[in-house]
C-alpha cells in the first residue's frame, strides 16, 4: 500500500466512522471489552467466539475507549483467531492506525502500517518483500510482534517455501520473539504436510513442555502425516499421549487410520478402529462408506462389501454406480448371483444402468 493510497482510504475511514456512529451506539462497549482486558489479571479469551465484526469494529471506533486500550485489544485478537469466525478487515486496522496517529502514539501507528505492507506483499506471493520489510522494521526500532511473523509464517508453510521460513524463524529469534499456539499450529501444519513429522514432533513436544496445550487438531495433523508415512506405531503411540493427557479423538483423528490398515489389508483392524469412532458417537461419511466398501472388494470380502453397502444406505448415503458395479463384480467372482441379481434390481429401478461385464454371471 502506498503512503497516497493509505492516506485517501485512511479519509473514507474517519469520513464513516464520523457519519454512521453515534455517543448511545457505544453504551454498551466498555463493559464489553472490559471483559476482557481486565488490569492485573490474565487475558481472557473465553467470551471471544461471540465477538462480532460489527462489535469488533464498534470498540476500535469507541470514543470512551483509550486508543491504546483498542490496540492491546486489536492485538489479543489477534492473537486468538483460531477462537474467531472472521479476521480483522482492512477497515479495522486503518480504524486503529488513525487514532493512534491521532493519540501521538506514532510507533504503535507505524508498527501497524508496516504489518498492512506485509500483509498486502504476502497477498502477491511476494514472501521475499514482505520478509526484507521485517527486518527493516527490526533495523529502524519497530519490533514486529508475533501476530506479524504469523502472517508470514503462514504464508511460507502454505507455499512450502521452508528457505524463507528458516529466513523468519531466524528473525524472530534474533528480535526475542517467542511462539505462541498459533505460531505452532502454522508450523506443525506446514511440516506435517510437506511429511517433516519428525521435526513437527519436535514441536508438539516443545508446546507440552511450556505448558501449551496441544489439541485435537494438531494431533489429528500429526497422525495424519505419520499414516501416510506408513509409520503406524508412531501412530498408535500419539494416540496413547491423546488418552494420556485427556485429548479426545474425533472422527478425523480415526479416518487416516482406518484408510492406512484398510490399504494394507488390515481389514479387521480397520473396522474395529470403525467400531471405537462410533461408540464415540462418530459417523462414516460417504467417502469412508465408498473407500471401505472397494478395500473389502479388493481382499475378495464380498459379504462384508454388500453388508456396508446395506448400512451405508441405512444411514441415508446411497451407494453410486461405481460402487454397485465392483460390488457386482466381485458378488459374481465368488458365485454369490442371488446378491448379484438384487443389486440390479436396486440399479434398475433407481434408473442406473449396470456395467454388463460387471454382472455378467447374474445375467446368464
Given at each position: 500500500?502506498?503512503?497516497?493510497?493509505?492516506?485517501?482510504?485512511?479519509?473514507?475511514?474517519?469520513?464513516?466512522?464520523?457519519?454512521?456512529?453515534?455517543?448511545?451506539?457505544?453504551?454498551?462497549?466498555?463493559?464489553?471489552?472490559?471483559?476482557?482486558?481486565?488490569?492485573?489479571?490474565?487475558?481472557?479469551?473465553?467470551?471471544?467466539?461471540?465477538?462480532?465484526?460489527?462489535?469488533?469494529?464498534?470498540?476500535?471506533?469507541?470514543?470512551?475507549?483509550?486508543?491504546?486500550?483498542?490496540?492491546?485489544?486489536?492485538?489479543?485478537?489477534?492473537?486468538?483467531?483460531?477462537?474467531?469466525?472472521?479476521?480483522?478487515?482492512?477497515?479495522?486496522?486503518?480504524?486503529?492506525?488513525?487514532?493512534?496517529?491521532?493519540?501521538?502514539?506514532?510507533?504503535?501507528?507505524?508498527?501497524?502500517?508496516?504489518?498492512?505492507?506485509?500483509?498486502?506483499?504476502l497477498r502477491n506471493?511476494?514472501?521475499?518483500?514482505?520478509?526484507?520489510?521485517?527486518?527493516?522494521?527490526?533495523?529502524?526500532?519497530?519490533?514486529?510482534?508475533?501476530?506479524?511473523?504469523?502472517?508470514?509464517?503462514?504464508?511460507?508453510?502454505?507455499?512450502?517455501?521452508?528457505?524463507?521460513?528458516?529466513?523468519?524463524?531466524?528473525?524472530?529469534?534474533?528480535?526475542?520473539?517467542?511462539?505462541?499456539?498459533?505460531?505452532?499450529?502454522?508450523?506443525?501444519?506446514?511440516?506435517?504436510?510437506?511429511?517433516?513429522?519428525?521435526?513437527?514432533?519436535?514441536?508438539?513436544?516443545?508446546?507440552?513442555?511450556?505448558?501449551?496445550?496441544?489439541?485435537?487438531?494438531?494431533?489429528?495433523?500429526?497422525?495424519?502425516?505419520?499414516?501416510?508415512?506408513?509409520?503406524?506405531?508412531?501412530?498408535?503411540?500419539?494416540?496413547?499421549?491423546?488418552?494420556?493427557?485427556?485429548?479426545?479423538?474425533?472422527?478425523?483423528?480415526?479416518?487416516?487410520?482406518?484408510?492406512?490398515?484398510?490399504?494394507?489389508?488390515?481389514?479387521?483392524?480397520?473396522?474395529?478402529?470403525?467400531?471405537?469412532?462410533?461408540?464415540?458417537?462418530?459417523?462414516?461419511?460417504?467417502?469412508?462408506?465408498?473407500?471401505?466398501?472397494?478395500?473389502?472388494?479388493?481382499?475378495?470380502?464380498?459379504?462384508?462389501?454388500?453388508?456396508?453397502?446395506?448400512?451405508?444406505?441405512?444411514k441415508g448415503f446411497?451407494?453410486?454406480?461405481?460402487?454397485?458395479?465392483?460390488?457386482?463384480?466381485?458378488?459374481?467372482?465368488?458365485?454369490?448371483?442371488?446378491?448379484?441379481?438384487?443389486?440390479?434390481?436396486?440399479?434398475?429401478?433407481?434408473?442406473?444402468?449396470?456395467?454388463?461385464?460387471?454382472?455378467?454371471?447374474?445375467?446368464?
Amino acid at each position: 500500500m502506498t503512503l497516497q493510497n493509505f492516506l485517501n482510504t485512511l479519509k473514507t475511514v474517519k469520513k464513516s466512522s464520523a457519519s454512521t456512529l453515534s455517543p448511545k451506539h457505544f453504551q454498551h462497549l466498555p463493559d464489553f471489552i472490559s471483559h476482557f482486558l481486565k488490569p492485573s489479571t490474565p487475558l481472557d479469551a473465553s467470551a471471544l467466539p461471540s465477538l462480532t465484526p460489527t462489535t469488533f469494529r464498534d470498540i476500535l471506533s469507541n470514543p470512551d475507549l483509550k486508543a491504546s486500550k483498542c490496540f492491546r485489544f486489536f492485538n489479543f485478537v489477534a492473537n486468538n483467531q483460531s477462537l474467531l469466525s472472521f479476521k480483522p478487515h482492512l477497515q479495522d486496522h486503518l480504524i486503529l492506525i488513525s487514532r493512534l496517529l491521532k493519540t501521538r502514539l506514532f510507533a504503535d501507528a507505524e508498527a501497524m502500517l508496516k504489518t498492512l505492507s506485509v500483509d498486502e506483499n504476502l497477498r502477491n506471493g511476494d514472501i521475499k518483500k514482505a520478509r526484507e520489510i521485517m527486518e527493516e522494521m527490526s533495523g529502524t526500532g519497530i519490533k514486529p510482534n508475533v501476530i506479524t511473523f504469523n502472517i508470514l509464517i503462514d504464508s511460507c508453510v502454505k507455499r512450502w517455501d521452508f528457505e524463507e521460513l528458516d529466513l523468519v524463524l531466524g528473525l524472530m529469534r534474533k528480535g526475542g520473539v517467542g511462539f505462541n499456539v498459533e505460531t505452532y499450529k502454522f508450523l506443525i501444519d506446514g511440516y506435517s504436510s510437506y511429511w517433516k513429522i519428525e521435526a513437527a514432533e519436535r514441536l508438539v513436544m516443545e508446546m507440552h513442555d511450556k505448558g501449551l496445550r496441544v489439541d485435537t487438531y494438531l494431533f489429528n495433523l500429526m497422525i495424519n502425516g505419520y499414516c501416510k508415512l506408513g509409520a503406524i506405531e508412531s501412530v498408535l503411540l500419539l494416540l496413547g499421549r491423546m488418552r494420556d493427557r485427556g485429548v479426545k479423538p474425533n472422527a478425523d483423528t480415526f479416518c487416516p487410520i482406518i484408510n492406512w490398515y484398510s490399504k494394507v489389508g488390515g481389514m479387521e483392524v480397520a473396522m474395529k478402529y470403525v467400531e471405537e469412532m462410533q461408540k464415540m458417537g462418530f459417523e462414516l461419511d460417504k467417502v469412508m462408506y465408498d473407500m471401505l466398501i472397494d478395500r473389502f472388494c479388493q481382499n475378495g470380502m464380498a459379504d462384508e462389501a454388500f453388508e456396508l453397502r446395506i448400512d451405508m444406505e441405512r444411514k441415508g448415503f446411497q451407494a453410486d454406480i461405481a460402487v454397485f458395479n465392483q460390488m457386482g463384480e466381485i458378488l459374481c467372482e465368488t458365485y454369490q448371483t442371488e446378491k448379484a441379481k438384487m443389486l440390479m434390481n436396486i440399479m434398475i429401478k433407481r434408473g442406473i444402468c449396470p456395467k454388463m461385464v460387471s454382472f455378467t454371471s447374474a445375467i446368464s
